[in-house]
């Protein structure tokens, strides 16, 4: 039982920050009235609308993008070999951002209402962002054939910034639907989640979940030197692009549903190394849980601390990620963390 104990805990810090997040809001419920509601649909007409059209999905969303950044941050880190990478500090988010405001840009005025082909092209564009803003920083940070860990993530800092200030460009050059939507994901929302979004996030997310836990053998194997792996037959650069993919595709369907959150990724995965003493059973499952948590958290704050106004999600994740980022920064110039 011992070896369960940290997904134990990861499993009940899940379900109270998930009773929380229904429980919570502009309209407070009780713990029964939550529980009836939830499984036997009892309550007034009023908490049922509530609950059930606005409550559940945007609890659900929280969860999705939680599970998004946190793999995608285990991924990006497992590539990197680095405790510090992250889909926001490396610039990958506001790649997805860029890569949508220009579908925006470009066939905005021809699209009012995103069709599947619309939404699959939309998808098409976030992801060439984020694949170009990983590959154009790994093509800066390498230097006589091995990563540069400071330069990498000074790179990602520059071009993460140099993505939202086309962003910001591009946003004043689409029409005014289209502008609100992209003024979210500036800001990092879920407040407009509904049960279609849910509905397409899950169609994404699950796939590339079960995959990662097939190939989660593969994945842990990255964190060794490609000298080490390619002296084993290991085929280091065939796995590290398809697993590049897999990030794309989750931080690209949480920028576009939810916004560029940041940090989500640079904390979980140390967050879950707290409760799993290795790698072994059960840690991707706990870092799946503890993003859900995290999100679940965050965003419970966001809507309830200045009630009826919302705060951005980043401003809560900025708040807890800054000061761990400079943590980790000051450990890595004393040689704390391996690149």
């Known amino acids: 039982m011992k070896k369960y104990r940290g997904l134990f805990v990861c499993i009940i810090l899940f379900l109270i920050t998930f009773l929380l997040g229904l429980k919570m809001g502009t309209v407070?419920?009780?713990?029964?009235?939550?529980?009836?509601?939830?499984?036997?649909n009892q309550g007034t007409k009023e908490n049922?609308?509530?609950?059930?059209?606005?409550?559940?999905?945007?609890?659900?969303?929280a969860c999705l993008v939680g599970i998004s950044l946190s793999m995608s941050g285990e991924i990006l880190q497992k590539i990197t070999r680095n405790k510090i990478a992250d889909a926001g500090i490396l610039g990958v988010s506001s790649g997805v951002a860029f890569g949508g405001v220009f579908y925006f840009f470009l066939l905005g005025n021809y699209v009012e209402n995103l069709t599947v082909i619309g939404e699959m092209s939309l998808m098409f564009f976030g992801l060439l962002g984020a694949i170009f803003a990983l590959s154009l920083n790994l093509i800066l940070s390498v230097s006589h054939g091995k990563l540069n860990?400071?330069?990498?993530?000074?790179?990602?800092?520059?071009?993460?910034?140099?993505?939202?200030?086309?962003?910001?460009f591009f946003s004043l050059k689409i029409n005014a639907d289209n502008f609100s939507q992209v003024n979210s994901w500036l800001q990092g929302s879920i407040s407009q989640s509904n049960w279609s979004s849910v509905q397409k996030m899950s169609y994404w997310i699950l796939p590339i979940l079960l995959l990662l836990f097939i190939l989660s053998p593969k994945l842990s194997l990255l964190k060794f030197s490609d000298t080490h792996l390619e002296s084993i037959g290991f085929q280091t650069t065939w796995w590290r692009l398809i697993f590049i993919l897999f990030a794309a595709i989750l931080i690209c369907v949480s920028v576009l549903n939810a916004g560029t959150i940041g940090f989500?990724?640079?904390?979980?995965?140390?967050?879950?190394k707290i409760f799993f003493k290795s790698e072994g059973k059960g840690y991707l499952l706990g870092v799946c849980l503890n993003g859900m948590s995290l999100l679940l958290i965050c965003d419970l704050l966001a809507r309830t601390l200045f009630i009826p106004n919302e705060l951005p999600l980043n401003a809560m994740l900025g708040i807890i990620g800054v000061p761990y980022l400079i943590y980790l920064?000051?450990?890595?110039?004393?040689?704390?963390?391996?690149?």
Do not use: C, D
């Not at 407070?28 to 036997?40: A, G």
């Not at 920064?329 to 690149?339: A, E, F, I, W």
């Open 28 to 40: 407070k419920l009780s713990v029964t009235e939550t529980l009836q509601l939830l499984f036997w």
């Open 48 to 61: 049922q609308l509530i609950f059930h059209t606005f409550r559940i999905p945007r609890v659900l969303t």
């Open 149 to 168: 860990m400071s330069r990498f993530i000074l790179n990602g800092i520059g071009i993460s910034s140099g993505f939202s200030a086309l962003v910001t």
């Open 264 to 272: 989500v990724g640079l904390i979980v995965p140390a967050l879950t």
């Open 329 to 339: 920064v000051y450990q890595s110039r004393k040689g704390v963390l391996k690149s």
